[in-house]
Protein backbone atom coordinates (compact mmCIF):
# COMPACT_ATOMS: atom_id res chain seq x y z
CA UNK A 1 0.00 0.00 0.00
CA UNK A 2 1.75 3.23 -1.16
CA UNK A 3 0.58 6.86 0.43
CA UNK A 4 -1.23 7.75 -2.23
CA UNK A 5 -3.44 4.58 -2.10
CA UNK A 6 -3.85 4.73 1.60
CA UNK A 7 -4.67 8.54 1.22
CA UNK A 8 -7.15 7.87 -1.48
CA UNK A 9 -9.05 5.05 0.72
CA UNK A 10 -8.77 7.38 3.13
CA UNK A 11 -10.38 10.68 1.48
CA UNK A 12 -13.14 7.80 0.29
CA UNK A 13 -14.63 7.85 3.19
CA UNK A 14 -13.05 10.90 5.13
CA UNK A 15 -15.19 13.68 2.51
CA UNK A 16 -18.94 11.28 2.77
CA UNK A 17 -18.30 10.97 6.23
CA UNK A 18 -17.95 14.80 6.56
CA UNK A 19 -20.58 15.41 4.00
CA UNK A 20 -23.38 13.37 6.17
CA UNK A 21 -21.96 14.79 9.39
CA UNK A 22 -22.25 18.54 8.16
CA UNK A 23 -25.55 17.90 6.52
CA UNK A 24 -26.75 16.27 9.32
CA UNK A 25 -25.56 19.11 11.70
CA UNK A 26 -26.94 21.56 9.25
CA UNK A 27 -30.62 20.32 9.56
CA UNK A 28 -30.51 19.95 13.66
CA UNK A 29 -29.30 23.85 13.31
CA UNK A 30 -31.84 25.07 10.59
CA UNK A 31 -34.89 23.10 12.05
CA UNK A 32 -34.23 24.09 16.16
CA UNK A 33 -34.71 20.15 16.53
CA UNK A 34 -33.16 20.21 20.45
CA UNK A 35 -35.99 22.13 21.30
CA UNK A 36 -38.39 20.00 20.80
CA UNK A 37 -37.20 17.40 23.24
CA UNK A 38 -35.52 13.98 22.67
CA UNK A 39 -37.87 12.80 20.51
CA UNK A 40 -37.16 8.88 19.07
CA UNK A 41 -37.34 10.34 15.52
CA UNK A 42 -35.01 13.04 16.65
CA UNK A 43 -32.28 10.36 18.92
CA UNK A 44 -32.61 7.98 15.58
CA UNK A 45 -31.40 11.15 13.18
CA UNK A 46 -28.65 11.89 15.51
CA UNK A 47 -26.96 8.48 14.89
CA UNK A 48 -26.18 10.07 10.84
CA UNK A 49 -23.64 12.40 12.66
CA UNK A 50 -22.13 9.99 15.62
CA UNK A 51 -21.61 7.35 12.54
CA UNK A 52 -20.49 9.36 10.29
CA UNK A 53 -18.10 10.48 13.35
CA UNK A 54 -16.65 6.78 13.90
CA UNK A 55 -16.63 5.27 9.85
CA UNK A 56 -14.02 8.86 9.99
CA UNK A 57 -11.76 7.62 12.86
CA UNK A 58 -11.75 4.17 12.16
CA UNK A 59 -10.79 5.67 8.17
CA UNK A 60 -8.36 7.90 10.13
CA UNK A 61 -6.43 5.15 12.28
CA UNK A 62 -6.56 2.58 9.26
CA UNK A 63 -4.43 5.92 7.21
CA UNK A 64 -2.20 6.16 10.42
CA UNK A 65 -1.66 2.52 9.97
CA UNK A 66 -1.18 2.49 5.62
CA UNK A 67 1.20 5.57 5.37
CA UNK A 68 4.63 5.26 5.79
CA UNK A 69 6.81 5.51 8.96
CA UNK A 70 7.86 9.50 9.03
CA UNK A 71 4.21 10.25 8.04
CA UNK A 72 2.77 7.88 10.14
CA UNK A 73 5.09 10.46 12.98
CA UNK A 74 3.76 13.41 11.36
CA UNK A 75 0.22 12.27 12.06
CA UNK A 76 0.27 10.64 15.57
CA UNK A 77 1.98 14.13 16.81
CA UNK A 78 -0.95 15.83 15.00
CA UNK A 79 -3.84 14.11 16.77
CA UNK A 80 -1.86 14.60 20.23
CA UNK A 81 -1.85 18.14 19.55
CA UNK A 82 -5.67 18.54 18.45
CA UNK A 83 -6.39 16.24 21.52
CA UNK A 84 -4.38 18.55 23.83
CA UNK A 85 -6.09 21.60 22.63
CA UNK A 86 -9.51 20.41 22.67
CA UNK A 87 -9.41 18.79 26.53
CA UNK A 88 -7.14 22.05 27.22
CA UNK A 89 -10.33 24.14 26.24
CA UNK A 90 -12.49 21.68 28.04
CA UNK A 91 -10.91 22.00 31.04
CA UNK A 92 -10.29 25.51 31.45
CA UNK A 93 -13.57 26.77 29.67
CA UNK A 94 -15.36 23.89 31.81
CA UNK A 95 -13.68 25.23 35.02
CA UNK A 96 -14.65 28.72 34.08
CA UNK A 97 -18.25 28.22 32.82
CA UNK A 98 -18.94 26.55 36.81
CA UNK A 99 -17.41 29.15 38.99
CA UNK A 100 -16.81 32.15 37.08
CA UNK A 101 -20.34 32.54 34.73
CA UNK A 102 -18.60 32.68 31.14
CA UNK A 103 -20.82 32.45 28.53
CA UNK A 104 -21.45 28.60 27.70
CA UNK A 105 -19.17 27.25 24.89
CA UNK A 106 -21.27 24.19 23.42
CA UNK A 107 -19.75 20.80 23.45
CA UNK A 108 -20.26 20.45 19.64
CA UNK A 109 -17.84 23.58 19.22
CA UNK A 110 -15.03 20.32 20.62
CA UNK A 111 -15.64 18.44 17.20
CA UNK A 112 -14.79 21.63 14.56
CA UNK A 113 -12.00 22.38 16.87
CA UNK A 114 -10.66 19.29 17.23
CA UNK A 115 -10.24 18.91 12.92
CA UNK A 116 -9.00 22.27 12.55
CA UNK A 117 -6.05 22.08 15.64
CA UNK A 118 -5.32 18.44 13.52
CA UNK A 119 -4.99 19.84 10.14
CA UNK A 120 -2.92 23.14 11.48
CA UNK A 121 -0.75 21.01 13.63
CA UNK A 122 -0.23 18.36 10.27
CA UNK A 123 0.71 20.99 8.12
CA UNK A 124 2.69 22.68 10.16
CA UNK A 125 4.36 19.55 10.83
CA UNK A 126 4.80 18.75 7.47
CA UNK A 127 6.39 22.33 6.17
CA UNK A 128 8.67 22.21 9.08
CA UNK A 129 10.55 19.18 8.15
CA UNK A 130 10.27 19.15 4.46
CA UNK A 131 9.26 22.55 3.22
CA UNK A 132 6.49 20.89 1.47
CA UNK A 133 2.77 20.19 2.93
CA UNK A 134 1.50 16.41 2.89
CA UNK B 1 21.78 12.08 13.30
CA UNK B 2 23.80 12.66 10.44
CA UNK B 3 23.76 10.60 7.22
CA UNK B 4 25.28 10.54 3.86
CA UNK B 5 22.13 9.69 2.01
CA UNK B 6 22.33 12.52 -0.20
CA UNK B 7 25.58 11.88 -1.35
CA UNK B 8 24.99 8.16 -2.39
CA UNK B 9 21.70 8.89 -3.84
CA UNK B 10 22.92 11.94 -6.04
CA UNK B 11 25.85 9.69 -6.88
CA UNK B 12 23.42 7.30 -8.51
CA UNK B 13 21.87 10.20 -10.40
CA UNK B 14 18.27 9.54 -8.18
CA UNK B 15 15.80 11.86 -7.19
CA UNK B 16 14.74 11.93 -3.67
CA UNK B 17 11.09 11.05 -5.09
CA UNK B 18 13.06 8.16 -7.15
CA UNK B 19 14.80 7.09 -4.10
CA UNK B 20 11.18 7.29 -2.08
CA UNK B 21 9.70 4.61 -4.44
CA UNK B 22 12.66 2.29 -4.00
CA UNK B 23 12.04 2.52 -0.60
CA UNK B 24 8.86 2.71 -0.27
CA UNK B 25 8.57 5.58 1.44
CA UNK B 26 7.16 9.20 0.24
CA UNK B 27 9.16 12.03 -0.85
CA UNK B 28 8.49 14.11 2.18
CA UNK B 29 9.93 10.93 4.10
CA UNK B 30 13.51 11.00 2.10
CA UNK B 31 13.98 14.72 2.85
CA UNK B 32 13.03 14.29 6.45
CA UNK B 33 16.14 11.08 6.69
CA UNK B 34 18.38 12.98 4.04
CA UNK B 35 17.95 16.53 6.08
CA UNK B 36 18.47 14.54 9.42
CA UNK B 37 15.17 15.87 10.60
CA UNK B 38 13.89 12.07 11.00
CA UNK B 39 15.69 8.75 12.06
CA UNK B 40 14.29 5.87 10.28
CA UNK B 41 13.34 2.70 12.13
CA UNK B 42 15.66 -0.13 12.46
CA UNK B 43 13.64 -2.00 9.53
CA UNK B 44 14.08 1.06 7.09
CA UNK B 45 17.48 2.12 8.17
CA UNK B 46 18.40 -1.73 6.36
CA UNK B 47 16.26 -1.14 3.39
CA UNK B 48 17.75 1.68 2.83
CA UNK B 49 21.39 0.23 3.22
CA UNK B 50 20.27 -2.43 0.69
CA UNK B 51 18.76 0.07 -1.86
CA UNK B 52 21.90 2.46 -1.19
CA UNK B 53 24.76 -1.24 -0.88
CA UNK B 54 26.56 0.28 2.13
CA UNK B 55 26.27 -0.51 5.59
CA UNK B 56 23.94 0.76 7.73
CA UNK B 57 27.55 1.91 9.77
CA UNK B 58 28.30 3.69 6.71
CA UNK B 59 25.48 5.69 5.75
CA UNK B 60 24.28 6.70 9.21
CA UNK B 61 26.83 8.79 11.28
CA UNK B 62 25.70 8.27 14.76
CA UNK B 63 26.94 11.48 17.14
CA UNK B 64 26.03 11.42 21.17
CA UNK B 65 23.64 14.00 22.09
Known sequence: ?134 | MNNIIRQLRTERGWSQAVLGEKLDVSRQSVIAIETGRYDPSLPLAFRISRVLERSIEEIFLYQKD
Open chain 1, 1 to 134: MTNIEAKRRYFRVFIPAMVIFLGASGVFAALGLDAQGPSPAILAFAILPVGSQIALFVAHLRFIGEVDEYLRSIQIKAVLFALAVILIIATGWGYLEAYASVPRLHILWLNPIYWVSYAVAAMTLSLRATGQAE
